[in-house]
């Protein structure tokens, strides 16, 4: 079965630093997403992506952060100088197309800033 | 602002018995609202959808009833299984395609 593939599972990262997380879609799916989780929260959203260009964000998704899909199959968050509260578990999803729902979910990337 | 929320964070069933989750929202542009479930270290995974202009749909053991009245969504599970114990979240979005807004999430235990 197809699946979202996120790497790495686990990065620490000292404050200050840029890091950037790393997608994989589904090879066919035309919308791209960033979710966050901070530990015992609920999922929050951070910005979609669709032909080329950010469709939508959150007020979350400041000038900090930024996204890019270099090469027609990565899908990146980059985050430019990582605050201590940045840390939380950054899930990748990606979608078919309009008209479905069914978003799929990578696992996860746990970001700890120190 | 706009909110989804859950009524209970945890319910704990035994094997076999259905459960029911419940899930409260606010903004009542949502077109669609979805339920979700998270094993513990997995992302979020799909269970069933259903759009504003329905009331209930199922699906394979399944159930989403809709009550737009009252702005409140339930997942029906029904002969739960040890395999269903997770965190259930509901989300709602105003379209296909846009942003998913999550709830806070109930975890579910299945004890034997």
Redesign the interface.
Same mark, same amino acid.
């Given at each position: 079965e197809p699946e979202v593939t996120q790497t790495p599972s686990h990065q620490v990262t000292q404050m200050g630093q840029e890091v950037i997380l790393r997608c994989v879609p589904i090879s066919n799916h035309l919308y791209f997403y960033w979710y966050r989780q901070i530990l015992g929260q609920k999922v929050e959203f951070l910005v979609s992506f669709y032909n080329n260009e950010i469709s939508e964000k959150s007020e979350i998704f400041d000038d900090q952060f930024s996204v890019e899909r270099p090469d027609g199959s990565n899908f990146t968050l980059k985050i430019r100088s990582t605050k201590l509260e940045d840390s939380a578990m950054y899930f990748c999803a990606s979608l078919l197309t309009r008209g479905v729902t069914e978003a799929f979910f990578g696992q996860g990337t746990r970001l700890t800033v120190v | 602002g706009e909110s989804v929320g859950l009524h209970l964070p945890t319910l704990s069933v035994q094997e076999g018995d259905n459960s029911i989750i419940n899930c409260a929202y606010s903004n009542s542009a949502s077109d *669609?609202f979805?339920w979700y479930k998270q094993e513990s270290? $997995?992302?979020?995974? %799909?269970i069933i959808?259903i759009r504003s202009n329905m009331d209930k749909r199922q699906g394979q053991r399944v159930t989403v009833l809709l009550n737009k009245t009252v702005k409140h969504l339930s997942l029906q599970i029904a002969a739960t299984q040890p395999g269903d114990s997770a965190v259930y %979240?509901c989300?709602e +979005?105003s !379209? +296909? &395609? *846009?942003?998913? !807004?999550? &709830? $806070? &999430?109930t975890s579910l235990l299945v004890t034997p």
């Open positions: - | *669609y979805i270290g $997995k992302g979020p995974q %799909f959808d %979240f989300a +979005s !379209n +296909s &395609g *846009y942003a998913l !807004n999550f &709830g $806070k &999430g």
